[in-house]
């Protein structure tokens, strides 16, 4: 079965506090990641809580970047999701992980739109996959 896209799920653990609580800071790394990764920007938010944490998404034409952080545990909860196999995952991951200085990193891949269709009527045709893959 052929699937329409994948959805990378990144932990990245042992962040800077004060990186993960500048919204500007967070919007720069992701919209970064999304630019070297080559993908195609749409628009960006990023939103800064009371008292800490930002969460932001980058909206592509493949899909999104999306993050979540808690500056209290340096942690953050990183989403890429996109159709197809055009972007680069590995360099946006590098990009993310560089920028958060994480000294810790889980990485979670998976298959998206396993349809049950014949093959001529999917144009995205990423292999299937589900993979977890532990990173210190």
């Known amino acids: 079965m052929k699937s329409l896209g994948y959805h990378l799920i990144l932990e990245l653990e042992g962040c800077p506090e004060t990186i993960l609580n500048d919204r500007e800071a967070i919007g720069k790394v992701m919209v970064d990641s999304v630019n070297r990764s080559g993908a195609t920007m749409i ?21 999104h970047f999306s993050i979540h952080t808690w500056p209290e545990y340096g942690y953050a909860a990183v989403d890429i999701f996109t159709c197809g196999d055009q972007i680069d995952m590995d360099v946006a991951v590098e990009v993310i992980r560089a920028g958060l200085k994480a000294d810790g990193m889980q990485k979670m891949l998976l298959s998206r739109g396993m349809l049950d269709l014949p093959d001529e009527m999917i144009r995205h045709k990423p292999e299937p996959c589900l993979r977890l893959v532990p990173e210190t």
């Open 43 to 63: 628009r960006s938010f990023f939103h800064k809580f009371a008292p800490q944490g930002v969460s932001g998404v980058v909206i592509i034409s493949e899909s």
